[in-house]
């Protein structure tokens, strides 16, 4: 079965960047996009960035111009590097892969933006 399993988060102070990694554990066939999103408390899940099959990237309007995805296929990775990030980037991030089939959604790696 596979596994996704995201990294990177932390706690980064106002105007501060962050990489998140999202690893899965074998290649996956069928992809059809992949995303990260992310979910605050009290609030619920939404779309940060997603890339489709045809390589198509999207982007919360919030994040546009700080936010980019990028993928390495060799190491079945997905990235999310977040620059410039203000407390209301505060939330866990999640990475989710969708494929024929079930997605696949890691666990989510803790974001927190404070001074």
């Known amino acids: 079965q596979v596994q996704v399993v995201e990294s990177g988060g932390g706690l980064v102070q106002p105007g501060g960047s962050l990489r998140l990694s999202c690893k899965a554990s074998?290649?996956?066939?069928?992809?059809?996009?992949r995303g990260w999103y992310r979910q605050a408390p009290g609030k619920q899940r939404e779309l940060v960035a997603s890339?489709?099959?045809?390589?198509?990237?999207t982007y919360r309007d919030s994040g546009k111009g700080r936010f980019t995805l990028s993928t390495d296929n060799a190491q079945n990775t997905i990235y999310l590097q977040m620059n410039s990030l203000k407390p209301e980037d505060t939330a866990v991030y999640y990475c989710?892969?969708?494929?024929?089939?079930?997605?696949?959604w890691g666990r989510g790696t803790q974001v927190t933006v404070s001074s």
């Open positions: 989710k892969i969708g494929r024929r089939g079930p997605d696949l």
């Open positions: 074998q290649h996956v066939f069928g992809i059809q996009t």
């Open positions: 890339l489709s099959a045809e390589g198509t990237t």
